[in-house]
């Protein structure tokens, strides 16, 4: 008689389970269409053998939105560059009915840093696709990727990768030289200015905060330098577009990461604003304790950590991206990642792609982590030591 009751009992249990189920799905479960989506083991993840160009990148976006239409939007940003190129985001949504946390992420503002934009790529996969980043990192929060926001300039080195180097400012100034020689290094854009041989700008000095007037920072650097910030600010055609596109969704982030590159061996960063200015800002210690959590989660593969400081340590730099997100978005949480990627690598070179792609990741969910982390988020306390889920 027990053993019957015991019996009844247990499936009471299970059947108010189901019921519970029913009546209270898990959340983001229906609304994300996770049903429809197929899961795939990590192995099983999108990854480029060889570094991803404006043609294949608008091919992956938008088969990404086909193919995904609950979850995945892509917006060509206004205007083109001046190769006519659009500045492409992709906007992941677990749940378009319930307002989360926005996290954006800008790549290849610099027209060396090649890998980013796989490492971007590969991140959205993931998200979408991998049951280990799904829970909590799809599910969670809203995400905004700008894989490639420096087409032209990317395109334009990617295109010399074979060619004999010279000093950038001699085959800035030599015209001559420029048919059967690449610059050491290009770091701007291609747009060109009435009236100067020289030419392009670099759009992280082309954002109207402290736009070469302020007291730290003054002197517009010569148009044939590869940190020539423009005539004005916005005046490059990038400029304009990503301008545009965080004013539209600014509201809906709250935390922004720029993954650049570092080009020197073991000099790899992760760092926050200001960047024209020596003084902290506000929040200086959420944003230190974040950064050093990031480094200690994303431990570089010789055992080294990356460095964590304000921009500013590496020099006084006016009109960068950081800062507009910063001081006219409103961003709280700002942070420039910078593993070690070579100049003009091998475009087939996979081990090194790989290797960057992996750094960029780890980096940027590490410091996603170290944010939860401090705000206590999805943390419980178990006789008196908090376990993170």
Same mark, same amino acid.
């Given at each position: 008689?027990?053993?019957?009751?015991?019996?009844?009992?247990?499936?009471?249990?299970? =059947?108010?389970?189901?019921?519970?189920? =029913?009546?209270?799905?898990?959340?983001?479960?229906?609304?994300?269409?996770?049903?429809?989506?197929?899961?795939?083991?990590?192995?099983?993840?999108?990854?480029?053998?060889?570094?991803?160009?404006?043609?294949?990148?608008?091919?992956?976006?938008?088969?990404?939105?086909?193919?995904? %239409?609950?979850?995945?939007?892509?917006?060509?940003?206004? !205007?083109?560059?001046?190769? $006519?190129?659009?500045?492409? *985001?992709?906007?992941? #949504?677990?749940?378009?009915?319930?307002?989360?946390?926005?996290? %954006?992420?800008?790549?290849?503002?610099?027209?060396?840093?090649?890998?980013?934009?796989n490492a971007i790529l590969e991140l959205a996969d993931k %998200?979408?696709?991998?049951?280990?980043? #799904?829970?909590?990192?799809?599910?969670? &929060?809203?995400?905004?990727?700008? !894989?490639?926001?420096?087409?032209?300039?990317? $395109?334009?080195?990617?295109?010399?990768?074979?060619?004999?180097?010279?000093?950038?400012?001699?085959?800035?100034?030599?015209?001559?030289?420029?048919?059967?020689?690449?610059?050491?290094?290009?770091?701007? $854009?291609?747009?060109?200015?009435?009236?100067?041989?020289?030419?392009?700008?670099?759009?992280?000095?082309?954002?109207?905060?402290?736009?070469?007037? +302020?007291?730290?920072?003054?002197?517009?650097?010569?148009?044939?330098? #590869?940190?020539?910030?423009?005539?004005? !600010?916005?005046?490059?055609?990038?400029?304009?577009?990503?301008?545009?596109?965080?004013?539209?969704?600014?509201?809906?982030?709250?935390? *922004?990461?720029? =993954?650049?590159?570092?080009?020197?061996?073991?000099?790899?960063?992760?760092?926050?604003?200001?960047?024209?200015?020596?003084?902290?800002?506000?929040?200086?210690?959420?944003?230190?304790?974040?950064?050093? &959590?990031? *480094? +200690?989660?994303?431990?570089?593969?010789?055992g080294r950590l990356y460095e964590v400081h304000q921009e500013?340590?590496?020099?006084?730099?006016?009109?960068?991206?950081?800062? &507009? %997100?910063?001081?006219?978005?409103?961003? /709280?949480?700002?942070?420039?990642?910078?593993?070690?990627?070579?100049? &003009? !690598?091998?475009?087939?070179?996979? /081990? +090194?792609?790989?290797?960057? @792609?992996?750094?960029?990741?780890?980096?940027?969910?590490?410091? @996603?982590?170290?944010?939860?982390?401090?705000?206590?988020?999805?943390?419980?306390?178990?006789?008196?030591?908090?376990?993170?889920?």
């Amino acid at each position: 008689m027990l053993l019957k009751i015991e019996a009844c009992m247990i499936l009471l249990l299970y =059947l108010t389970g189901i019921l519970f189920m =029913l009546l209270f799905p898990p959340r983001n479960f229906i609304q994300s269409g996770a049903k429809l989506r197929s899961v795939r083991s990590v192995g099983g993840s999108r990854k480029f053998s060889h570094f991803v160009d404006q043609k294949i990148l608008e091919g992956v976006t938008d088969r990404m939105a086909v193919e995904n %239409l609950e979850t995945v939007r892509t917006v060509r940003l206004k !205007p083109p560059t001046a190769a $006519n190129n659009s500045i492409i *985001a992709i906007e992941l #949504q677990s749940d378009a009915q319930t307002k989360k946390p926005g996290i %954006l992420i800008i790549g290849a503002l610099n027209a060396m840093a090649w890998g980013a934009t796989n490492a971007i790529l590969e991140l959205a996969d993931k %998200l979408l696709f991998d049951a280990n980043y #799904q829970t909590p990192f799809f599910n969670d &929060y809203d995400w905004y990727f700008v !894989p490639l926001a420096n087409p032209d300039g990317v $395109n334009f080195t990617r295109n010399m990768q074979s060619l004999r180097p010279i000093d950038s400012a001699v085959w800035s100034r030599n015209v001559t030289a420029r048919n059967q020689t690449r610059p050491s290094h290009w770091y701007k $854009n291609t747009e060109e200015e009435h009236g100067h041989k020289c030419f392009g700008i670099n759009i992280n000095r082309n954002f109207a905060f402290h736009w070469q007037d +302020t007291d730290d920072v003054r002197k517009l650097p010569d148009v044939c330098s #590869q940190t020539y910030s423009g005539k004005r !600010p916005f005046s490059s055609a990038e400029s304009q577009a990503i301008r545009s596109y965080l004013h539209t969704i600014g509201d809906e982030i709250d935390m *922004a990461i720029l =993954l650049h590159a570092s080009f020197i061996p073991k000099k790899e960063y992760i760092m926050y604003p200001w960047r024209f200015a020596l003084r902290l800002p506000s929040n200086y210690k959420t944003l230190q304790a974040i950064g050093e &959590y990031a *480094a +200690t989660q994303s431990r570089l593969p010789d055992g080294r950590l990356y460095e964590v400081h304000q921009e500013s340590n590496e020099g006084l730099v006016a009109g960068c991206l950081t800062d &507009y %997100l910063a001081g006219v978005i409103g961003t /709280d949480l700002v942070f420039v990642i910078k593993p070690y990627h070579p100049k &003009y !690598p091998n475009i087939t070179d996979a /081990d +090194t792609l790989e290797l960057f @792609v992996k750094k960029s990741i780890s980096a940027i969910l590490s410091l @996603v982590r170290g944010w939860r982390s401090s705000t206590k988020q999805n943390t419980l306390s178990f006789f008196g030591r908090n376990v993170e889920f």
